[in-house]
């Protein structure tokens, strides 16, 4: 089956780990579930990348025609809040209720804007119950005095989306120690209640799910037993989402959960991983109040979403520098577009390179290297474009601010093209009065500046960098 849009999406399919084309499972419509975060903490930057990307995948697959429902859980109860609840002295369900209210503000600051529904865990007792039943009465899994467990032997295919093999499997986070296990990797379903937790009732007794069946229950609920896409951080590849894979085809006796897996790379600071159990990270909103959220978001997909990336300073001021020459080019475009001028610039041919570079496997990089090589153009005619180039000009950085939304409406940048004309202006009437001295004054200003000036019988031509 072809899609309904004129594009071929491609991606990489870390279940297969080769670029495939997306085809729905039903036409024209795309189901898309991405593991949200823990809610006990604020989140920081490292985080912001992945749902930055997914936000941006969700508007392209939009762009692209399809139609995206994207789902996305919340864990609400959990080691780590129960944790913050007893250090604090407040109620684990103020801190999840605070934690997921201020998840929200950082995403709506940060312009991700595209889920359709958040899904706490602690609304789908029932499914998860639902689902421990069926992998018990399968034999999947099996009770001990302490909780319900995943029989990670009995799923023969667990290790294929990481690539690990059963017999060297090795035990990844959040993996629950217990004596009474079959098997070391074998992972808990639920965990029954203990002094000072909170529970819920099941036929196991009172208790509360473990990690990884709370997706699988939230996603069968809306989805069904299979689905489009799973996304999520590469540190989830092993062992949540083969738990997952394990947990649901265990249910379904089906092929897949999810036809594609994408997985986007770390940020890291140093050498490791920003994360908060490492102490080196960067909160969200303490980055808000020193950059954009344009700034943040084309810093973060200023490189292959599956590769590292690495934040230092120097690097996100460079990214900044990139930003604010797409930023005046596009200002330069918006004021011109009604000239009469004979300058040209064949926008056709940037809109269609940029629309290949999202379809090869989401190439943001790419897609920002060939607005600053079309930006570099709108310089060199020192934003003196004929109508249509300017409208052609707008219409493509509408559509990779639609998708990647890293450009400011109105910002200072369409100010500071006023300023440098009105200072040309200034400095022609030096030249006109023959004040040269003056007049090479602030043209040595400007170029210290980082504005390149330009004098020929048509007039004075400008241009950043």
Same mark, same amino acid.
């Given at each position: 089956?072809?899609?309904?849009?004129?594009?071929?999406?491609?991606?990489?399919?870390?279940?297969?780990?080769?670029?495939?084309?997306?085809?729905p499972?039903?036409?024209?419509?795309i189901?898309?579930? #991405?593991? +949200?975060?823990? %809610?006990?903490?604020?989140?920081?930057?490292? =985080?912001?990348?992945? @749902? *930055? /990307?997914f936000?941006?995948?969700?508007?392209?697959?939009?762009?692209?025609?399809?139609?995206?429902?994207?789902?996305?859980?919340?864990t609400?109860?959990?080691?780590?809040?129960?944790?913050?609840?007893a250090?604090?002295?407040?109620?684990?369900?103020?801190?999840?209720?605070?934690?997921?209210?201020?998840?929200?503000?950082d995403?709506?600051?940060?312009?991700?804007?595209?889920?359709?529904?958040?899904?706490?865990?602690?609304?789908?007792?029932?499914?998860?119950?639902s689902?421990i039943r069926r992998?018990?009465?399968?034999?999947?899994?099996?009770?001990?005095?302490?909780?319900?467990?995943?029989?990670?032997?009995?799923?023969?295919?667990?290790?294929?989306?990481?690539?690990?093999?059963?017999?060297?499997? #090795?035990? +990844?986070?959040? %993996?629950?120690?217990?004596?009474?296990?079959? =098997?070391?990797?074998? @992972? *808990? /379903?639920?965990?029954?209640?203990k002094?000072g937790?909170?529970?819920?009732?099941?036929?196991?007794?009172?208790?509360?799910?473990?990690?990884?069946?709370?997706?699988?229950?939230?996603?069968e609920?809306?989805?069904?037993s299979?689905?489009?896409?799973?996304?999520?951080?590469?540190?989830?590849?092993?062992?949540?989402?083969?738990?997952?894979i394990?947990?649901?085809?265990?249910?379904?006796?089906?092929?897949?959960?999810?036809?594609?897996?994408?997985?986007?790379?770390?940020?890291?600071?140093?050498?490791?991983?920003?994360?908060?159990?490492?102490?080196?990270?960067?909160?969200?909103?303490?980055?808000?109040?020193?950059?954009?959220?344009?700034?943040?978001?084309?810093?973060l997909?200023?490189?292959?979403?599956?590769?590292?990336?690495?934040?230092?300073?120097?690097?996100?001021?460079?990214?900044?520098?990139?930003?604010?020459r797409?930023?005046?080019?596009?200002?330069?475009?918006?004021?011109?577009?009604?000239?009469?001028?004979?300058?040209?610039?064949s926008?056709?041919?940037?809109?269609s390179?940029?629309?290949?570079?999202?379809?090869?496997?989401?190439?943001t990089?790419?897609?920002?290297?060939?607005?600053?090589?079309?930006?570099?153009?709108?310089?060199?005619?020192?934003?003196?474009?004929?109508?249509?180039?300017?409208?052609?000009?707008?219409?493509?950085?509408?559509?990779?601010?639609?998708?990647?939304?890293?450009?400011?409406?109105?910002?200072?940048?369409?100010?500071?093209?006023?300023?440098?004309?009105?200072?040309l202006?200034?400095?022609?009437?030096?030249?006109?009065?023959?004040?040269?001295?003056?007049?090479?004054?602030?043209?040595?200003?400007?170029?210290?500046?980082?504005?390149?000036?330009e004098?020929?019988?048509?007039?004075?031509?400008?241009?950043?960098?």
């Open positions: 089956m072809s899609p309904v849009n004129s594009l071929i999406v491609n991606i990489y399919n870390t279940l297969t780990r080769r670029l495939e084309e997306i085809v499972m039903k036409r024209g419509r189901r898309l579930f #991405v593991c +949200g975060p823990t %809610v006990f903490n604020f989140i920081h930057l490292g =985080n912001a990348r992945t @749902f *930055v /990307l936000d941006s995948l969700a508007k392209y697959l939009t762009a692209s025609g399809y139609e995206v429902f994207y789902l996305q859980n919340i609400d109860i959990d080691d780590k809040t129960l944790k913050v609840a250090q604090t002295g407040v109620p684990w369900q103020d801190v999840s209720s605070r934690f997921f209210e201020e998840y929200l503000r995403m709506k600051a940060l312009g991700v804007d595209s889920v359709n529904v958040y899904a706490k865990a602690t609304l789908y007792m029932d499914e998860i119950r689902q992998l018990m009465n399968r034999g999947y899994a099996y009770e001990t005095q302490d909780g319900v467990y995943f029989h990670v032997e009995k799923f023969r295919d667990m290790g294929e989306l990481s690539g690990q093999k059963l017999d060297k499997v #090795v035990p +990844g986070s959040r %993996v629950v120690p217990s004596e009474q296990k079959i =098997n070391p990797v074998d @992972f *808990v /379903l639920w965990k029954k209640h002094a937790e909170p529970s819920w009732d099941s036929p196991w007794g009172p208790g509360r799910p473990g990690w990884h069946i709370e997706d699988t229950a939230i996603t609920s809306f989805f069904g299979m689905y489009d896409i799973h996304g999520g951080g590469k540190d989830l590849v092993f062992p949540h989402h083969e738990a997952e394990g947990q649901m085809r265990a249910i379904s006796g089906k092929k897949h959960l999810a036809r594609y897996w994408i997985h986007g790379g770390y940020l890291n600071m140093g050498a490791d991983k920003m994360s908060k159990s490492a102490g080196n990270f960067i909160m969200l909103r303490e980055a808000l109040k020193k950059y954009t959220r344009q700034q943040i978001r084309f810093f997909l200023n490189a292959n979403y599956a590769s590292d990336l690495l934040y230092t300073e120097e690097l996100f001021k460079a990214s900044c520098e990139a930003l604010d797409i930023q005046h080019a596009y200002d330069m475009a918006l004021e011109n577009v009604d000239r009469r001028e004979s300058n040209t610039l926008t056709g041919y940037y809109l390179r940029i629309k290949g570079h999202l379809d090869n496997n989401f190439d990089r790419s897609v920002f290297a060939t607005l600053l090589e079309m930006s570099s153009e709108i310089f060199r005619t020192g934003g003196r474009l004929q109508g249509d180039s300017a409208s052609g000009a707008i219409e493509t950085f509408q559509y990779v601010d639609n998708i990647l939304g890293i450009l400011a409406q109105g910002s200072a940048a369409s100010d500071t093209g006023r300023i440098i004309e009105g200072i202006r200034l400095r022609e009437e030096f030249r006109r009065r023959k004040d040269f001295s003056t007049s090479d004054m602030i043209r040595r200003i400007l170029e210290d500046s980082g504005v390149r000036i004098d020929d019988a048509s007039g004075t031509k400008w241009k950043i960098g």
